[in-house]
């Protein structure tokens, strides 16, 4: 009995002096999946004002990755807390400053799992110019949703887009620094280039919408999903049309967590592959209003499943 006591208790010191360490040098908590369990909550992080994934709603977190988020946490048996990103310039930046290493002005507030972190195997092992793997500190895993661009137009002033040269004619808002920004500015010869307006985010772009000065909106579905909803009174409408010349017009959305952390990763995979295959996360989506589209990860699996 004496011996497992002060084994127990040479445990506990090794683990107080771990974490003391950790703080006197400034450095991120290891929260591997036993430590999430045993301190009672998990560190979800979730884009801070990004309607309609994450956004506080009456001063309360809101939007799919929200929920998704408590339904892991739920599963888990603990208690969730959202950790908020501000985006910096670059993905890498994010995971960086978020997952695996910490921002230098809080290297000790970090999130225990990052959502909307798009699932492409290409940039999870894209190398720099000396052949070292960019994003080796993190592990990105469980796609929950594949996302589309899409456009909304206002149909009094644009009855239909047929195709995208209609933009040398009409103004079209996008979010600045974003991949629509980049593709209206510089496809087709840079000929939408003068019709292309630029906002803050996509809300502030359908704002310009209402007023007139632009007659068309692009930003991803949900997005454009969410603010058609809240202006139904108005005569905007969905667009049916593709993006000629632009390659990744739809992708997976999945997550990621610091690369010593993989058990946690893969608890946290089963749970939300759980969720996508009886169709918890198209049920969430539903609830908020939004087209649905399971990841192309799955094509083939869950057709295999139904015939089993």
Do not use: C
Request: net charge negative; hydrophobic share 40%; charged share 25%.
């Amino acid at each position: 009995m004496n011996a497992i006591y002060w084994w127990l208790m040479l445990l506990m010191t090794l683990s107080s002096l771990a974490q003391a360490s950790d703080a006197v040098l400034d450095r991120p908590p290891e929260r591997t999946y036993d430590i999430v369990v045993e301190s009672g909550y998990l560190n979800v992080g979730l884009y801070r004002d990004f309607p309609p994934y994450s956004y506080l709603e009456n001063g309360e977190p809101a939007g799919v990755d929200v929920a998704i988020g408590q339904r892991i946490a739920e599963e888990l048996g603990v208690e969730f807390r959202v950790h908020w990103i501000t985006p910096d310039e670059t993905l890498e930046d994010d995971l960086r400053n978020n997952v695996w290493k910490g921002h230098y002005l809080a290297k000790r507030r970090i999130a225990d799992v990052m959502l909307r972190v798009p699932y492409d195997r290409r940039f999870a092992y894209m190398r720099d110019s000396t052949g070292e793997v960019i994003n080796d500190q993190v592990v990105m895993f469980g796609p929950y949703q594949q996302e589309h661009w899409q456009i909304a137009h206002d149909a009094e002033a644009l009855d239909a887009i047929r195709t995208m040269a209609v933009f040398q004619y009409h103004p079209i808002g996008v979010e600045i620094d974003t991949l629509p920004d980049t593709y209206l500015s510089s496809a087709f010869g840079g000929s939408l280039r003068d019709s292309t307006q630029h906002f803050r985010n996509v809300e502030r772009a359908f704002d310009a919408m209402l007023e007139g000065r632009v007659h068309a909106v692009m930003g991803t579905r949900a997005e454009i999903d969410h603010q058609l909803a809240r202006h139904a009174d108005r005569p905007f409408r969905s667009a049916t049309n593709g993006f000629p010349g632009l390659v990744k017009q739809s992708w997976d959305v999945g997550m990621a967590v610091k690369h010593t952390h993989r058990e946690l990763g893969h608890v946290i995979e089963a749970i939300v592959d759980r969720m996508v295959r009886e169709g918890e996360i198209a049920d969430i989506f539903a609830r908020h209003g939004l087209r649905y589209s399971v990841p192309a990860y799955y094509d083939g699996i869950l057709e295999i499943d139904e015939e089993t």
